[in-house]
C-alpha cells in the first residue's frame, strides 16, 4: 500500500492501485518509454541496448526491451501493462534463445543505431565502447578493453537473463517460472508493477515477486556455481582460459594470420613476404598462466603477452603505434589447427574437427 501525506494538514490518504488501462496508460506508448528512460522502473541497474528489437532472421517476432547487466548479461524484457498472458513466460524464452547468439560487438552496433535515431545524435564506435567500459564491472573487460574500431571487448554471458514486468501475474506464469527456475536454474525475474493515481501525479511502485527476495541469494549463489562448472569463460584471461580447457598446452606453436599482414611495410622492415614457416611470424606457448608473458616470439627468442607481441609485429612491419589498443589473440592461430583465431577459439568447448572446418 502507499500513502500520501499532505505537509500542511498532515492528512494521510492511502493511494489506491488503480489498473493501468483505467489510467489511460499504454504498454508501448507509456510503459516501454518509461522502462527504457529510466530502466530503474524495473528494480535493478541495466543498460538499455534497444526497444523493438526484431533482428531475427526470418521472423516477424519484436521483443519489448534488450539491456545488459554490469556482469556482461543480455537481458530479455518482456513488459505487459496489465495482467501476463498464459504465453508471457514462453514468449521471453523464444527470445532469449534468439538473443543467445549475440556477440558483444553485435548489441553495440544496436545500441549506436538505436541511440543515434532516438537521440538524434551522431554515435561513434569509441564513444559506444566507451559507454559500455564505464558501465561494465571489472573482470567483465577483456585484457585489452577496446577493439581496434574502439568498441569495448568483453565477455558477453551465453545466457541471457528474462525479465517479466507486468501489473498482475497468475499461477499460470509463476508456476512453470518457479519450475524453470528451480529445475534448471533459469535466470527468470517477474517484477510486479503497480500504478497510483495521486492527483495531477502518476506514481509507480514495482516489486520483484519471482524469486522471492528470501530465495533471491541462495538461486544466486546456485546459478553462479552452475556457470563455474558449465563454462569458465569469466574466470580469468583468455590464456588461462585456452590453458586450463587444453585448447591450448605449452609448447605449442601459433601462427600469425595472414589476413592481418599489413598492406604496406615501413622503410625498412625485417620481412616483407609472409611465410608462416618463418620464425618472424610464429611464436610457442610457454604455459604460464601467472603472468602477462606467456608467448615467446621465435624471431627474437624473447617472452611476450599475446597484445605485446601483436602490437611489436605490426610495429616493425607497418610502424604502427604500439599505444593504440587492440586484441592481441585474434591475430593468432593455433599450427595444427588454424580454422579459429585464438579469440574465436576461447569460445569452444574442444579443438575444432576437420568436419567442423568443413561444415
Given at each position: 500500500?502507499?500513502?500520501?501525506?499532505?505537509?500542511?494538514?498532515?492528512?494521510?490518504?492511502?493511494?489506491?492501485?488503480?489498473?493501468?488501462?483505467?489510467?489511460?496508460?499504454?504498454?508501448?506508448?507509456?510503459?516501454?518509454?518509461?522502462?527504457?528512460?529510466?530502466?530503474?522502473?524495473?528494480?535493478?541497474?541495466?543498460?538499455?541496448?534497444?526497444?523493438?528489437?526484431?533482428?531475427?532472421?526470418?521472423?516477424?517476432?519484436?521483443?519489448?526491451?534488450?539491456?545488459?547487466?554490469?556482469?556482461?548479461?543480455?537481458?530479455?524484457?518482456?513488459?505487459?501493462?496489465?495482467?501476463?498472458?498464459?504465453?508471457?513466460?514462453?514468449?521471453?524464452?523464444?527470445?532469449?534463445?534468439?538473443?543467445?547468439?549475440?556477440?558483444?560487438?553485435?548489441?553495440?552496433?544496436?545500441?549506436?543505431?538505436?541511440?543515434?535515431?532516438?537521440?538524434?545524435?551522431?554515435?561513434?564506435?569509441?564513444?559506444?565502447?566507451?559507454?559500455?567500459?564505464?558501465?561494465?564491472?571489472?573482470?567483465?573487460?577483456?585484457?585489452?578493453?577496446?577493439?581496434?574500431?574502439?568498441?569495448?571487448?568483453?565477455?558477453?554471458?551465453?545466457?541471457?537473463?528474462?525479465?517479466?514486468?507486468?501489473?498482475?501475474?497468475?499461477?499460470?506464469?509463476?508456476?512453470p517460472v518457479m519450475w524453470l527456475i528451480e529445475e534448471y536454474g533459469m535466470d527468470?525475474?517477474?517484477?510486479?508493477?503497480?500504478?497510483?493515481?495521486?492527483?495531477?501525479?502518476?506514481?509507480?511502485?514495482?516489486?520483484?515477486?519471482?524469486?522471492?527476495?528470501?530465495?533471491?541469494?541462495?538461486?544466486?549463489?546456485?546459478?553462479?556455481?552452475?556457470?563455474?562448472?558449465?563454462?569458465?569463460?569469466?574466470?580469468?584471461?583468455?590464456?588461462?582460459?585456452?590453458?586450463?580447457?587444453?585448447?591450448?598446452?605449452?609448447?605449442?606453436?601459433?601462427?600469425?594470420?595472414?589476413?592481418?599482414?599489413?598492406?604496406?611495410?615501413?622503410?625498412?622492415?625485417?620481412?616483407?613476404?609472409?611465410?608462416?614457416?618463418?620464425?618472424?611470424?610464429?611464436?610457442?606457448?610457454?604455459?604460464?598462466?601467472?603472468?602477462?608473458?606467456?608467448?615467446?616470439?621465435?624471431?627474437?627468442?624473447?617472452?611476450?603477452?599475446?597484445?605485446?607481441?601483436?602490437?611489436?609485429?605490426?610495429?616493425?612491419?607497418?610502424?604502427?603505434?604500439?599505444?593504440k589498443a587492440l586484441n592481441g589473440y585474434k591475430y593468432w592461430t593455433l599450427q595444427e589447427?588454424?580454422?579459429?583465431?585464438?579469440?574465436?577459439?576461447?569460445?569452444?568447448?574442444?579443438?575444432?574437427?576437420?568436419?567442423?572446418?568443413?561444415?
Open positions: 500500500m502507499i500513502f500520501s501525506i499532505n505537509n500542511n494538514s498532515e492528512a494521510v490518504t492511502e493511494l489506491k492501485d488503480e489498473q493501468f488501462a483505467d489510467l489511460d496508460i499504454w504498454e508501448r506508448r507509456d510503459l516501454q518509454e518509461w522502462v527504457i528512460d529510466n530502466p530503474r522502473i524495473l528494480g535493478e541497474d541495466l543498460l538499455v541496448v534497444t526497444s523493438e528489437y526484431d533482428g531475427f532472421e526470418g521472423l516477424r517476432d519484436r521483443l519489448d526491451v534488450l539491456a545488459l547487466t554490469p556482469d556482461g548479461k543480455l537481458v530479455v524484457v518482456e513488459l505487459k501493462r496489465d495482467n501476463a498472458d498464459d504465453t508471457t513466460d514462453l514468449q521471453a524464452i523464444k527470445y532469449a534463445s534468439y538473443c543467445a547468439t549475440l556477440t558483444a560487438e553485435d548489441i553495440q552496433n544496436e545500441y549506436r543505431e538505436f541511440w543515434q535515431e532516438r537521440d538524434d545524435e551522431e554515435l561513434t564506435p569509441g564513444s559506444v565502447g566507451e559507454k559500455f567500459n564505464d558501465f561494465l564491472q571489472e573482470g567483465v573487460l577483456r585484457e585489452d578493453p577496446f577493439t581496434e574500431d574502439g568498441w569495448a571487448a568483453f565477455d558477453l554471458g551465453s545466457k541471457p537473463r528474462i525479465v517479466l514486468a507486468a501489473g498482475e501475474f497468475g499461477t499460470q506464469v509463476t508456476a527468470i525475474t517477474c517484477t510486479k508493477i503497480d500504478a497510483y493515481d495521486n492527483d495531477d501525479e502518476i506514481l509507480l511502485d514495482s516489486q520483484q515477486i519471482i524469486p522471492v527476495k528470501e530465495a533471491e541469494e541462495y538461486m544466486t549463489r546456485r546459478r553462479e556455481k552452475e556457470e563455474r562448472q558449465d563454462e569458465k569463460r569469466h574466470s580469468g584471461r583468455t590464456i588461462t582460459l585456452l590453458l586450463d580447457r587444453e585448447l591450448l598446452s605449452q609448447g605449442d606453436e601459433v601462427v600469425f594470420t595472414e589476413s592481418y599482414v599489413p598492406d604496406e611495410f615501413s622503410d625498412d622492415p625485417p620481412v616483407q613476404q609472409y611465410d608462416e614457416s618463418d620464425d618472424f611470424w610464429r611464436a610457442r606457448i610457454t604455459g604460464k598462466k601467472g603472468q602477462s608473458d606467456n608467448v615467446e616470439w621465435l624471431y627474437d627468442n624473447k617472452e611476450y603477452s599475446f597484445t605485446g607481441l601483436s602490437k611489436e609485429l605490426l610495429r616493425q612491419l607497418a610502424g604502427r603505434d604500439s599505444d589447427n588454424p580454422a579459429y583465431t585464438l579469440d574465436e577459439l576461447r569460445d569452444k568447448r574442444s579443438l575444432p574437427t576437420v568436419q567442423d572446418v568443413e561444415n
